[in-house]
T-cell receptor, first 114, second 114 residues
Framework: GAVVSQHPSWVICKSGTSVKIECRSL??????MFWYRQFPKQSLMLMAT?????????EQGVEKDKFLINHASLTLSTLTVTSAHPEDSSFYIC??????????FGSGTRLTVV | QQPVQSPQAVILREGEDAVINCSSS?????VHWYRQKHGEAPVFLMI?????EQKGHDKISASFNEKKQQSSLYLTASQLSYSGTYFC???????????????FGSGTQLTVLP
């Protein structure tokens, strides 16, 4: 089946620093990947659609200069949270869709900004 | 607009049945069901592509009523491992601008007790 690998699983960083999260499709090519954020006991909220070789499409209310997305290859998308603040602490999840399967999620990254 | 899921939470005993509903105010192309355990990423359960389609695996099945723009997930003879939060993910028709992304429902927390 389709496998999406996400790293790191968790990260604790100081306020004001930047954090990079990687999302890789291991056994398929993904021209499009999706980044979600999930706060405790809430649903997954789409942040942006990452498009290989072009700019990401951000959802309304998501700051593109704060959440930098790079989709440099057909198997890798990265999300960089710049100048992180405590309110950015959340569970970040990527997903990708392979033709024969539903949308597969990465294992998620729990970000804690202290 | 976020799909509406009901009920928000359900508690049942091992061996009992449950139904989770998901409805949308917009036209649907496909419905995806996921289960998420606490602290983990969502896991794909099944996808329904055609209005009127019904599908199942083990004792979990789902139906998709395209005309009513709703889907239901049926859990039969619940097992302890079924506990988790269930999300429906809805995909808009290909003709829409947001065809490739999933919009998730608010979630239904299912707890199966011994």
């Amino acid at each position: 089946g389709a496998v999406v690998s996400q790293h790191p699983s968790w990260v604790i960083c100081k306020s004001g620093t930047s954090v990079k999260i990687e999302c890789r499709s291991l056994d398929f090519q993904a021209t499009t990947m999706f980044w979600y954020r999930q706060f405790p006991k809430q649903s997954l909220m789409l942040m942006a659609t990452s498009n290989e070789g072009s700019k990401a499409t951000y959802e309304q209310g998501v700051e593109k200069d704060k959440f930098l997305i790079n989709h440099a290859s057909l198997t890798l998308s990265t999300l960089t949270v710049t100048s992180a603040h405590p309110e950015d602490s959340s569970f970040y999840i990527c997903s990708a869709r392979e033709d024969n399967y539903g949308y597969t999620f990465g294992s998620g990254t729990r970000l804690t900004v202290v | 607009q976020q799909p509406v899921q009901s009920p928000q939470a359900v508690i049942l005993r091992e061996g009992e049945d449950a139904v989770i509903n998901c409805s949308s105010s917009k036209a649907l192309y496909s419905v995806h069901w996921y289960r998420q355990k606490h602290g983990e990423a969502p896991v794909f359960l099944m996808i329904l592509l055609k209005g009127g389609e019904q599908k199942g695996h083990d004792k979990i099945s789902a139906s998709f009523n395209e005309k009513k723009q709703q889907s239901s997930l049926y859990l039969t003879a619940s097992q302890l491992s079924y506990s988790g939060t269930y999300f429906c993910g809805l995909r808009a028709p290909p003709s829409s601008g947001s065809a490739r992304q999933l919009t998730f429902g608010s979630g239904t927390q299912l707890t199966v007790l011994p």
